[in-house]
């Protein structure tokens, strides 16, 4: 089973930006879709963005759209959220999350496959 190491979380004021990585161990991680998702304190768990495998389709949530952008670098097994314009709205837990699937769905149930996460506060 593919292991994912989250990583670039942190304190940034509103307005700011942060660039989150998501490092898989299995060679198979490029051709499989890869999710970010988030979770803030007493709330259930958002999906945020993600993208497939070759094409590299991608997808987003309405609420970070314009402001969130998805990448994938197949050499390096890593996948970057670049968040940008951040709200304290966004302060949350983040996670990625891979699966068996060919298509690129933001429901958490679709994934097997998850980092520990990385804490994004967004505060003054």
């Known amino acids: 089973q593919v292991q994912l190491v989250e990583s670039g979380g942190g304190l940034v004021q509103p307005g700011g930006s942060l660039r989150l990585s998501c490092v898989a161990s299995a060679f198979t991680f490029n051709s499989k879709p890869i999710a970010w998702f988030r979770q803030a304190p007493g709330k259930e768990r958002e999906g945020v963005s993600c993208?497939?495998?070759?094409?590299?389709?991608?997808a987003y949530a309405d609420s970070v759209k314009g402001r969130f952008t998805i990448s994938r670098d197949v050499a390096t097994n890593t996948v970057y959220l670049q968040m940008d314009s951040l709200k304290p709205e966004d302060t949350g837990r983040y996670y990625c999350a891979t699966a068996l699937l060919s298509w690129c769905p933001l429901t958490s149930a679709s994934y097997n496959s998850w980092g520990p996460g990385t804490q994004v506060t967004v505060s003054s």
């Open positions: 993208i497939t495998g070759r094409p590299y389709n991608t």
